[in-house]
């Protein structure tokens, strides 16, 4: 039988995040300098004398405050004592260290939200927003001090004016992405190939009119996403690979997230095959699969933050992936069946976007299960398969 002891206050946890179930809880070593501003210990040796540690979820950024480090991070404007007299309410909730279920704590003068409070050990749970409200410095992006974060920012607004691309506020991958990174690889080699004319459009790109007729084409549903039409279209294509694909690749595993890509880039070849009126224009590029990329991004983090520039107005903006996910996958469908725009693969993005949807639920659900067998402290709700 498996023990589930609560270890004591200063042992490492073996946790299953409470909130999203997705990730054991991993430790986060937070040091003062002498300005008074905090960082993340990111080095292999020991963190310096002094530091906090907290443990957190690098999925949904939850974290576990044993009592009086949120106190000691300083950064946050919580009053302890209104955290002890707020009206309480029973969480279906663990303790990450095994004290059983937590109590709902509801603090109107500090959060909206309800902060989920152990009532045995007086240890604290914030969610990913919570966190950032009420301990900026513990996240990336509340790091440093005011000048060194708004010099952060001022580079990536700057870099967004002339790209006018996403980029993560904080979603650091663990790990190495192998696979994506030999994506990449990919994706340039094949070009260069292209433009050594060594392969060519006419035996590797999709025309929905070929594949129809003659069975000997089929086999462009998967060689198409591997072709790239311009610089910009390769570097466009690699930079979404990038920003949503480690993460993804981390959480779905090496053989998951090819399963992803591949499908996906087979479900956009025959998406477009199926719905476009171009039936004679080849088609190329690996959207498709990127697309069931995003879709299990917006499964994933849905609430992970993104900057945006506004166009025209030169405006950086800071919103939930969900949203810029969502508003993307409508104006695919707004361009696809109400336009006769014809050089993009609407339908394509479409096929892809919708395989991703149908097969990350599935990873997801088997990825919780997995995790509560492999830690002391599963969140019961995840648990059934322990």
């Known amino acids: 039988a498996e023990s589930t002891a609560a270890p004591a206050a200063d ?12 990730h054991e809880i991993v430790p986060v070593h937070l040091h003062q300098r002498a300005d008074g501003s905090w960082h993340q210990h990111v080095g292999r040796g020991a963190p310096p004398s002094g530091s906090v540690t907290i443990d957190t979820c690098p999925v949904c950024f939850g974290a576990w405050f044993d009592r009086g480090e949120l106190d000691t991070l300083g950064d946050g404007e919580i009053d302890r004592t209104l955290v002890e007299r707020g009206q309480a309410r029973a969480s279906e909730r663990p303790c990450p260290r095994g004290h059983g279920s937590m109590s709902e ?15 045995h050990c007086g240890g604290l749970w914030l969610d990913g927003e919570e966190r950032r409200r009420l301990a900026a410095a513990s996240t990336r992006e509340g790091q440093g001090t005011a000048r060194e974060r708004l010099a952060r920012r001022g580079v990536i607004w700057a870099v967004q004016l002339l790209t006018h691309l996403p980029v993560e506020v904080e979603n650091p991958a663990r790990g190495t992405p192998w696979v994506v990174y030999t994506l990449l690889a990919g994706y340039l080699l094949f070009f260069v190939a292209e433009l050594q004319g060594i392969v060519f459009y006419r035996d590797w790109a999709v025309v929905a009119g070929a594949v129809v007729r003659e069975t000997s084409s089929v086999h462009t549903l998967f060689t198409h996403q591997f072709l790239h039409g311009s610089w910009i279209h390769l570097l466009g294509n690699g930079y979404f690979v990038y920003i949503f694909g480690d993460n993804i690749e981390h959480l779905f595993g090496r053989l998951r997230f090819i399963a992803l890509v591949v499908g996906g880039g087979l479900a956009g070849g025959l998406t477009h095959v199926l719905l476009t009126r171009a039936t004679a224009t080849p088609m190329i590029g690996a959207s498709g699969a990127i697309a069931a990329v995003m879709a299990a991004y917006l499964w994933s983090f ?34 696809g069946f109400f336009t006769t725009e014809f050089e993009m693969a609407w339908f394509s993005h479409i096929g892809g976007f919708a395989f991703g ?3 990350t639920p599935l990873v997801l ?3 919780r299960r997995r995790v509560a067998r492999e830690v002391r402290v599963p969140a019961p709700r995840f648990a059934a398969a322990r």
Request: charge should be positive; hydrophobic fraction near 50%; include cysteine.
């Open 105 to 119: 704590i509801l603090c109107p003068e500090v959060i909206s939200t309800p902060i989920d409070r152990c009532d």
């Open 11 to 22: 042992e490492p946890l073996s946790a299953q995040c409470p909130s999203c179930g997705l």
């Open 357 to 359: 949807l149908a097969m």
């Open 365 to 367: 659900r088997g990825r």
């Open 302 to 335: 849905p609430k992970t933050k993104l900057f945006q520039t506004i166009p025209f107005l030169l405006i950086q903006v800071k919103i939930p992936a969900w949203i810029y996910l969502v508003v993307w996958l409508g104006l695919q469908f707004v361009m």
